[in-house]
């Protein structure tokens, strides 16, 4: 990609963290039910040991990080980081919910991190490398601040079309012209869907192992309501569009969306199925 190219694409994400962390926030329980299983794979991978210095990049408001943290304990120290000062402060808020000590809160863009080199232990960064300009940057710089031997676990969405939950809403406001149709390779949020390229970036960027897992996650939504609202609340770019809709294009969109959820109908509502494909890498 151009330089120009890189550096509005890094300003379109950091205006739209900006933008979503209030809502982000406001989510996060809902977020976390639906990303624990993930979660998990990340720290089973990284396996930090007590007295470890963690990294988490990308870190929103920071719940992979915050368990790292408590695995660590207070010999050891999460250093949580995001590129927005809104998430980093939702994160910060967070951390104090939980009483976490041993935490330093950080402004760190992942492409360009200001740490020394063989500064940590452990890196983390969930659903953070898609949607950034030059993801083979950062991955340098997550293997140059960590310690020879140090792990980076890493999680990223898989692809659109075995993603429901953003996949149904995106097309319907694509094809009545809200937002623009993606352009090759497709939407930055399902860019490294393919554990092919994400292992062949990994493995470019200076790790010498790197293995891919698929983690499936389940969304559980009670209506169409409440579905149109967490993906306006939490979904990037179709959030956004979605919070702009006037009255009756709102109508269409989710009338549209109550006709694609059927097919997913359960006992409560809707259950949509989701893939995340994780990795791990030293
Ligand atoms: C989808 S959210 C994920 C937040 C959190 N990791 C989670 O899993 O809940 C993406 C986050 O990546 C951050 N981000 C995107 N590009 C970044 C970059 N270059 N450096 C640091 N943070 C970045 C955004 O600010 C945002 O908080």
Redesign the pocket.
Known sequence: MATEAIEDQ?RE?YEI?EALAPTWEARRDD?ERV?APVREWMLRELAPREGDTVLE?????GD?GFEAAALVGEGGRLIAS???PA?LEACRRRGAELGARNVEYRI????RIELEDHAVDGVLC???YM??ADPAA?LVEARRVLRPGGRLALAVWGALERNPFFGIVAISLVQHGHLPPPEPPGPPAFSMASAERTSGLVAGSGFGEVRTEEVSVAFEIPDVDEYLSVVADTSGPIGLALRGLSDPDRAEIRAEAEDSLARFAAERGYALPGVVLCAVAS
Do not use: W
Not at 57 to 61: C, E, N, P, S
Not at 108 to 111: G, K, Q, S
């Open positions: 890094r994400i963290a977020i990303c990049l990308a870190a929103g408001t992979t995001d590129f927005s998430m760190i863009d992942a492409e969930r659903f953070g949607l950034m950062a």
